[in-house]
């Protein structure tokens, strides 16, 4: 019998009733644990199947000797050991793509909303009734507003979300330039009239830039008090990838400053404390950023298909096939 020890919420696998492959033997383990608990609980373990962020370091990985897949629910896998992994000859597989329409459907969301300044009204006429109703349509007179067709859309990074959010921007009109460290072909660049740039330039001429990158060296960070001070006055930053890609203090500070908008749906670290410098906004801050937690790929169509895509792969591999998504090189 195939044992798969599971780390994910029970709840996100069972609730969709996705069926499972038929006999074998699936078990939720503890988690969070120890090192040792995470051992001695996948020791016998054929698939260890686990969360985006769930932890698997050299030291658990060196002891799984019947362990021939460890398998994420998601796109993230930067907590498991890939060389630890690869060495133990353990496929490491992702669900590459699985949420990329979602996660660009809450980035385009994100624009609008932080565009329109939608957090600054809601909050004023929830808290203030008819009178912040009036107050705010006064302003919105005197400040005016833009549409999203008439804005520079910046995408750094064009994968599978920026690609996704590429065909949802197209339908709005929008001007998109697009910054990522492997260029697009040319076809695809004139078929969706896209325009590559640095990264300076990008900073400079856009005036929505939406952030769809891995977390790497040359990512954390990327939207510090030097980059936000090359950006044009009132620029919307988007982050719906990755919190460790924004200083957090910068951003706030900018904020406060009324420098840019932001609209995120990550920050760093997860989960956040308290005195998180964005949970500590001024009001003039607050007013300027719309904020969700960490749910832009978390549907329930994106969890049927990282269950289902998730499966397959485990049949794949325990039927002697190389399975797909692998992420460690094997």
Known sequence: MVKVRVTCNKNIIERFGVKKPEGWDFQYIKYPC????????????????????????????????????????????????????????????????????????????????????????????????????????????????????????????????GKAAVRMLKAFGCKILYYDVFRASEDYEKENDLTFCTYEEILAQCDIISYHVPVLDNTRNMVRKETIEQMKQDAVIINVARGEIVNNEDLAEALNNGRVFAGLDVIAPEPPSADHPLFNLTEAGKARLSITPHIAGTTDDAFIRMSEWSYADMVKVMNGERPNNVVNGL
């Open 34 to 161: 120890s090192d040792e608990e995470l051992v001695e609980q996948c020791k016998d373990a054929d698939i260890v199947f686990c969360g985006p962020v769930d932890h698997f370091r050299r030291e658990v990985i060196e002891k799984l000797d019947n362990c021939k897949l460890i398998h994420s629910l998601g796109v993230g896998f930067d907590k498991i050991d890939l060389e630890a992994a690869k060495e133990k000859g353990i496929y490491v597989c992702n669900n590459r793509a699985v949420n990329a329409v979602p996660v660009a459907e809450l980035a385009v969301g994100h624009m609008i909303t932080s565009l329109r300044r939608m957090p600054e009204a809601d909050a004023k006429i929830k808290a203030k009734g008819v009178d912040g109703f009036n107050e705010s349509f006064r302003e919105y007179q005197v400040k005016g507003q833009s549409e999203l067709s008439s804005r520079v859309i910046g995408l750094v990074g064009l994968g599978a979300i």
